[in-house]
């Protein structure tokens, strides 16, 4: 059955069945998490009351969901069952009974540790493990409909940082600009916007950092990364502005993060290793002498969550394959001074990366 956005559940949850059977998994439990919605279309609450799938191996899976959390799934009769539990029933009793004679099960690797440590408790005869590995697989190469969703997001992508390009930046704040960059994230197409980075003059060696009260000055180089969702599909993205002409340093630095952003690009390939393409990047900015400043991995991947499988990381030996989409973002932090990061979201394609993000990667001089 499909549901609006076009998405089949009931063949996606054949094929995890399919993944089940070949690892020996007897029952699959998701909650919280990417993962539930991916196989049914329902997105748990991230609450006290328990939300959970359970799923085995034959017959119709079934969702234990709060009584007043009912009313928001959608029905699918054929893909699943609900089970409305009401305020005096114990949820947990409810899924270890659906369990059924399960001796292995998998759970989602977002589930509550306490959720886990009752079904233990309640079933000490059943083996857990992680379900993650079980259902990135399924979800690690992306369809068309999904390709097309990160596609969209990616474009309304762009049209922010087009407009920020024209942005006035000296005067304002860190927090200022970002509150103004999450709003556009909306009016450009996005459902809702899930983040917003800037990071400004020193503050910008800092990949993570959080926009504060910092104001924004003549001679400040700036980071924005923001990303938002488009029928619960990400986009992530991340450019580089500068208040004002650069120094000598700051372009010498910008232009290495371009070639090795470039030459990342081009070392994608079905077949070719994961941890292939952050060696591609991090080669040319270790070869510029700034190795020791380019402290994260090259990239991740992108879909129902922002950061998924796969791992574009040294020790990855993934072999990249048709549909898998991830961000290519090497970066270049120099304590006390500046940062800097260039980020596009990539598909593999038959014959190489696909960019999902089209904005101009070129350092933006503003005012």
């Known amino acids: 059955m499909s549901d609006p956005n076009g998405f089949d559940h009931l063949d996606r949850l054949v094929r995890v069945r399919v993944a089940m059977s070949e690892n020996d998994i007897d029952a699959l439990l998701l909650s919280v998490g990417a993962d539930l919605p991916y196989l049914t279309g329902y997105e748990a609450m991230p609450l006290e009351r328990l939300t959970m799938a359970v799923i085995r191996r034959h017959g119709e899976p079934v969702l234990v969901v709060p009584e007043l959390e009912a009313p928001r799934v959608e029905r699918k009769p054929g893909v699943f069952s609900v089970r409305a539990w009401g305020e005096t029933e114990d949820p947990l009793r409810i899924v270890a009974d659906a369990m059924g004679e399960a001796r292995r099960a998998a759970i989602g690797e977002a589930t509550w540790s306490r959720f886990l440590l009752a079904l233990q408790t309640l079933r000490p005869e059943v083996e ?213 990061r260039i980020e596009d979201i990539v598909v593999v394609g038959a014959g190489g990366a696909v960019r999902l993000n089209r904005s101009s990667r070129d350092l933006a001089i503003v005012e």
């Open 128 to 340: 857990f493990e992680t379900a993650g590995p079980l259902v990135a697989s399924l979800r690690v190469c992306k369809d068309p409909r999904e390709i097309e969703l990160l596609r969209r997001a990616g474009a309304a992508a762009d049209r922010v940082v087009e407009r920020l390009r024209d942005e006035p930046f000296g005067g304002r704040s860190e927090r200022e600009l970002a509150q103004a960059t999450a709003a556009m994230t909306v009016e450009e197409g996005h459902d809702s916007a899930a983040f917003t980075i800037v990071a400004a003059g020193p503050n910008g060696a800092s990949p993570h950092h959080e926009a504060g009260d910092r104001v924004i000055e003549a001679g400040d180089a700036v980071i924005i990364d923001f990303g938002g969702r488009v029928g619960s599909y990400c986009s992530d993205t991340t450019r580089c502005f500068h208040v004002g002409p650069p120094t000598a340093a700051y372009a010498e630095a910008y232009e290495v993060l371009g070639i090795a952003q470039q030459a990342a690009v081009e070392a994608v390939l079905p077949g070719i290793e994961a941890q292939a393409i952050d060696r591609a990047a991090r080669r040319v900015i270790s070869d510029a002498g700034y190795g020791d400043f380019f402290i994260h991995r090259t990239g991740h991947g992108i879909g129902l969550d922002l950061h998924e499988e796969p791992y574009i990381v040294e020790g990855n030996d993934l072999a990249l394959a048709e549909g898998m989409t991830f961000s290519i973002e090497p970066g270049i932090y120099i304590p006390g001074e500046f940062g800097m």
